[in-house]
C-alpha cells in the first residue's frame, strides 16, 4: 500500500515537472513570436502615421491653392494673410525647381496642433512654400505682383519641424518623394509637392484663357 501511494507521488510529481517545462516552453515560443512581429507592427503603425500626415498636407496644398485662386492672399497687402508665394522662378526653369526655404518667413502657416502659432517643434502643423513663373515677354505692372495676368504656381508643403535644426533637400524635385511606406518620413523632404495654374485674381485683370494662352505663346497677342 506504501509503494503504490509513492509510486503515485512520484508520477504527480513528475507530471508537474512536465507542466512546467512546458510552460517555460510555450514563454519562449510566444516571446520569439512577439519578436519576430514587433517590427511589423510598429512599421505599419508608421506608415498610418504617414499617410495621415501626407492626406493632411494635401488638403493644406488645396487650402493654400483655393486662398490664391480667391484672393485671400495677396502680395504687399497688409490686410492679407502672409504666405503669398514670393519666390519668381526665371525663364527657362520649371517651376518645380524653386529654391527651398531657408526659415519660416513668408511662408503659410497651417496650425493643426490647437496652438496660437505654427511651432517648428511641431510634429502636426505644417509650413507651405509656393513659387510662381511667368514668361519675361508678358508685361507685369509690378514685378512682384503676378495676379492681374495669372501665373504657374508650385507648392510645396512641409513639416513644421523641418525647420527645427534639419538641412532641407536642396533639390527635393530631383530627390526621392515622399511615400506613405517609408515610415515616419523625412523631414528633409516635401510632405507633397505640387504645380497648379492660378488665373488672374485682381479686377481688371485678364481672362483665364488669356492669362494662359499669354503664358503659354510667350507673347500679349492673345484675344
Do not use: H
Given at each position: ?125 505644417f509650413y507651405v512654400q509656393g513659387a510662381w513663373q511667368v514668361p519675361t ?87
Amino acid at each position: 500500500m506504501n509503494k503504490q501511494k509513492k509510486e503515485q507521488n512520484l508520477s504527480k510529481s513528475q507530471d508537474g515537472g512536465y507542466t512546467i517545462i512546458e510552460s517555460l516552453v510555450a514563454m519562449i515560443v510566444v516571446s520569439v513570436l512577439m519578436i519576430a512581429i514587433a517590427p511589423v507592427m510598429a512599421f505599419s503603425v508608421a506608415t498610418r502615421v504617414q499617410a495621415r500626415r501626407t492626406e493632411l498636407a494635401t488638403q493644406a496644398a488645396r487650402a493654400y491653392i483655393d486662398a490664391l485662386r480667391t484672393g485671400s492672399l495677396r502680395p504687399n497687402d497688409p490686410t492679407s494673410l502672409p504666405g503669398f508665394p514670393i519666390t519668381r522662378v526665371p525663364d527657362g526653369q520649371k517651376v518645380a525647381t524653386a529654391s527651398v526655404p531657408g526659415n519660416t518667413t513668408g511662408l503659410y502657416c497651417v496650425n493643426l496642433d490647437g496652438t496660437a502659432n505654427c511651432e517648428t517643434s511641431s510634429s502636426k502643423d505644417f509650413y507651405v512654400q509656393g513659387a510662381w513663373q511667368v514668361p519675361t515677354s508678358v508685361t507685369l505692372t509690378n514685378a512682384n505682383d503676378p495676379t492681374p495676368v495669372g501665373y504657374e504656381l508650385m507648392v510645396r508643403v512641409y513639416r513644421a519641424d523641418s525647420f527645427a535644426g534639419v538641412t532641407l533637400n536642396p533639390t527635393p524635385s530631383q530627390g526621392k518623394k515622399q511615400s506613405v511606406v517609408g515610415g515616419l518620413g523625412d523631414r528633409t523632404m516635401p510632405v507633397v509637392e505640387m504645380t497648379t495654374e492660378i488665373p488672374p485674381t485682381t479686377n481688371g485683370g485678364s481672362s483665364a484663357y488669356r492669362s494662359l494662352c499669354s503664358r503659354i505663346s510667350g507673347s500679349n497677342s492673345c484675344q
